[in-house]
């Protein structure tokens, strides 16, 4: 199913765009120099798909010059389309979305995940989430960064972070986000890239609070 979605995908960009690049997880990489290049993950929560776990999306970005202008993220369990153009705002099947108004870290719920190699990694994100824990309301686990990305755009999360993500994990989500008010940004706060390894999201107000808690842990590691 992945390559599936991936496939249909690919060949509906391609069909509208036969100038463009495309990088997409499962097989496809097309680079020619156009300046124009669509990430995408068809499958982002592929073990929740597997087990039948009603929590995956699809997930494609479009890339301009380095920047990301176009996100689209689809969750087909609730017909939730997720979508935003850069400087345009975000919305949720065409309405408008925004971040919540949460000011304090202690009463926000956040998101996170694991990778797959947190057994033999010790970059496994378990101390993180420890602190965190602690230091927030609650913190969920949906199984895909995408989903987590646009639940925060709509304030249903108020942050999430997570580690060893890839461009398609985060490209549409991560602009969807910022288009509806919230920040990303690696864990030093500084800056952010679709091409970074650990990535902070939030409604903007929490977002010192979370760096602070995390930087507190990377610290001591």
């Not at 057994?119 to 824990?133: H, T």
């Not at 602009?175 to 030093?188: C, H, K, N, R, Y």
Request: hydrophobic share 40%.
């Amino acid at each position: 199913m992945d390559r599936l979605s991936e496939k249909t995908v690919v060949d509906t960009v391609l069909e509208a765009f036969p100038d463009h690049g495309i990088l997409a997880e499962e097989e496809t990489n097309i680079e020619n120099g156009s300046g124009f290049l669509w990430i995408i993950d068809p499958l982002d929560g592929t073990t929740n798909y597997a087990h039948g776990y009603p929590s995956f999306s699809v997930s494609i970005g479009l890339e301009h010059s380095g920047d990301v202008v176009v996100g689209v993220v689809y969750d087909p369990m609730r017909d939730e389309l997720f979508s935003a153009i850069r400087g345009q705002g975000a919305f949720l099947n065409g309405d408008t979305i925004t971040v919540s108004r949460s000011e304090v870290l202690i009463r926000s719920l956040l998101a996170t995940g694991f990778p797959y190699d947190r057994a033999v990694s010790k970059e496994n994100n378990l101390s993180y989430f420890s602190a965190l824990i602690m230091a927030s309301q609650e913190i969920r686990r949906s199984g895909s960064a995408a989903l987590d990305l646009c639940a925060v755009a709509d304030g249903r999360l108020d942050g999430y972070w997570e580690l060893k993500l890839h461009p398609w994990d985060v490209a549409a989500g991560s602009l969807i986000v910022q288009e509806a008010g919230g920040t990303v940004s690696d864990f030093s706060g500084i800056r952010f890239s679709i091409r970074d390894k650990e990535l902070v999201a939030s409604n903007g107000r929490i977002h010192g609070a979370m760096l602070e808690v995390l930087n507190t842990v990377k610290s001591k590691a």
